[in-house]
C-alpha cells in the first residue's frame, strides 16, 4: 500500500476535514504545520475570500494543504416551495419579530466553478477534495493541470467505483457517523449509508486507489483501527470543532461540550441536504428530515434570520451544530496539539 507521505507529502496519517462555516485558513495552517494535511474549505468564501484565505496559508506554511468545494449542481429556484417553506417557518419568523418579506432568498453555497479555479491556479494548491461527487471533466483537467491530487468523498461502495473510473487520486470514505454534509451523489436512498467500520474495508477491497477513512474517529486508536482496517490515514473532523484556530460559535462549542452531543441525527433541515448534527428545536419541531424544505443549499437563505436572532440570544435552537457521533476528541487545545496526539505511535 502507498503511504501517506508518497500519496500526499505529509508525516502523520491525519487529515484535518474541511469544515465550511467553523474555519478558515488558521486552522489549516496549524494542522498542516504539525505534520498532518491541514483543509481550507472554500464552499462559504467569495473569490475575494478565498484569495486572502489561500494568501495566508501561501505566507504562513510550506508544507502540503488540501483546498475543498462542494460540486452539487445549482437548482433553480422553485418559487412554490420555497413560499411553503417560509409558510412553514412563519410561527418563528412571528415569535423573533422578523418580517418575512425581509428575509433574503439565494443559493449560499456555490458550486465549484472556472472563476473558483482562476483563483486557485494563482496558488497551485497540491491538493482539491470534493464533496457530493466531482465537476466536470473540464474543471477536472483545469486542476490537474498544476499538478494537484483530487479526492473526493464516497458514502458507498458504488460512489467509490464511480470516483476511481474517473481518476481520482484517493477516495475518503464517508461513514454515517460523519458529521457535517454526507457527501452521497448517486443516490438519495438514506439506507444505502453505512457505518465506517463497514464501509471502509469494503471500499478498500472494492478499488485500487487508497481509501482515507473519515466519520466517528476521535483519537489515536480510532486512526490505528481506521488503518488496520485498509485506509492510509483518516479524515477527521468533529474533534477540531473546539481547537482555539477554529471559528465555531460559542453556542456550537457549548453544545458540544454538553450532554446534547451524545444525540446527532441526519437532518435536512437547514440545507436541504442530509447532514449530522446536535439534536436541537429546529430539529425536533420540523425536522429531522423534512419534504417541504427546497433542495440544496436554498433552503439556509430562510433559516439565516432565526439563526442569527436565536444566536445573538446566545441560544442555538437554530443553528446548524454539525457533529460526527463522537465528540468525544472534542479539545479546546491548539490544532497542533490534537493533530500530534491523533497520530498513532
Ligand atoms: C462542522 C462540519 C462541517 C463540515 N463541512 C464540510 C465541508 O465543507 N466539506 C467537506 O468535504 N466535508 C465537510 N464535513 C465533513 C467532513 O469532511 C468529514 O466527513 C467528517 O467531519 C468526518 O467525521 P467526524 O466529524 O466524525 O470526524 C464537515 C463536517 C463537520 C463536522
New binding site residues.
Given amino acids: 500500500m502507498v503511504s501517506i507521505r508518497e500519496l500526499l507529502g505529509i508525516e502523520l496519517p491525519i487529515i484535518q ?6 474555519q478558515g485558513s488558521a486552522l489549516a495552517v496549524a494542522v498542516s504545520n504539525a505534520g498532518g494535511l491541514g483543509s481550507l ?1 472554500g ?1 462559504l468564501l467569495s473569490l475575494d475570500g478565498l484569495r486572502a484565505e489561500l494568501g495566508f496559508i501561501a505566507a504562513n506554511t510550506s508544507k502540503p494543504f488540501n483546498v ?1 468545494f ?1 460540486c452539487h449542481t445549482a437548482p433553480p429556484l422553485d418559487p412554490d416551495r420555497e413560499a411553503a417553506w417560509r409558510t412553514l417557518l412563519r410561527p418563528y419568523y412571528d415569535e423573533f419579530g422578523i418580517d418575512v418579506s425581509d428575509v433574503p432568498s439565494g443559493p449560499g453555497r456555490v458550486p465549484f466553478s472556472h472563476d473558483v479555479t482562476d483563483v486557485l491556479s494563482e496558488f497551485t494548491p497540491p491538493i482539491v ?1 470534493f ?1 457530493f461527487g466531482l465537476p466536470s471533466a473540464e474543471l477536472l483537467q483545469r486542476v490537474r493541470r498544476w499538478g494537484a491530487k483530487v479526492l473526493s ?1 464516497a458514502t458507498t461502495v458504488d460512489e467509490a467505483r464511480w470516483l476511481e473510473s474517473r481518476g481520482v487520486d484517493a477516495i ?1 470514505a ?1 461513514g454515517l ?5 454526507r ?1 452521497t451523489f448517486l443516490s438519495n436512498d438514506l439506507s444505502t449509508q453505512i457505518g465506517t467500520f463497514s464501509l471502509v474495508p469494503q471500499i478498500a477491497n472494492a478499488v485500487s486507489v487508497p481509501v482515507i477513512a ?5 483519537s489515536a486508536g480510532g486512526v490505528a483501527a481506521a488503518l488496520a482496517l485498509g485506509a492510509v490515514a483518516a ?5 477540531y ?1 473546539l481547537c482555539q484556530e477554529a471559528t465555531t460559535s460559542q453556542v456550537h462549542r457549548a453544545s458540544l461540550q454538553s450532554a446534547a452531543a451524545h444525540h446527532t441525527v441526519l437532518t435536512n433541515v437547514f440545507t436541504g441536504r442530509p447532514a449530522r448534527g446536535i439534536v436541537n428545536r429546529m430539529i425536533r419541531e420540523i425536522g429531522p428530515m423534512c419534504d417541504i424544505t427546497p433542495e440544496f443549499p436554498l433552503a439556509a437563505a430562510a433559516v439565516q434570520p432565526l439563526r442569527a436572532k436565536a444566536e445573538a440570544r446566545g441560544s442555538g435552537d437554530f443553528s446548524p451544530l ?5 465528540a468525544s476528541g472534542c479539545r479546546a487545545i491548539p490544532a497542533a496539539e490534537l493533530t500530534k496526539g491523533l497520530a498513532p505511535t
Avoid at 457517523?177 to 454534509?181: L, R
Avoid at 473519515?214 to 476521535?218: D, H, K, S, T
Avoid at 454539525?322 to 463522537?326: E, I, K, M, Y
Fill in positions: 476535514a474541511p469544515m465550511a462555516g467553523v474549505p464552499a475543498n462542494f477534495s464533496h468523498s475518503i464517508q457517523e460523519a458529521g457535517g454534509h457527501g473519515a466519520g466517528g474517529i476521535a479524515q477527521i473532523g468533529t474533534a470543532l454539525w457533529s460526527g457521533q463522537n
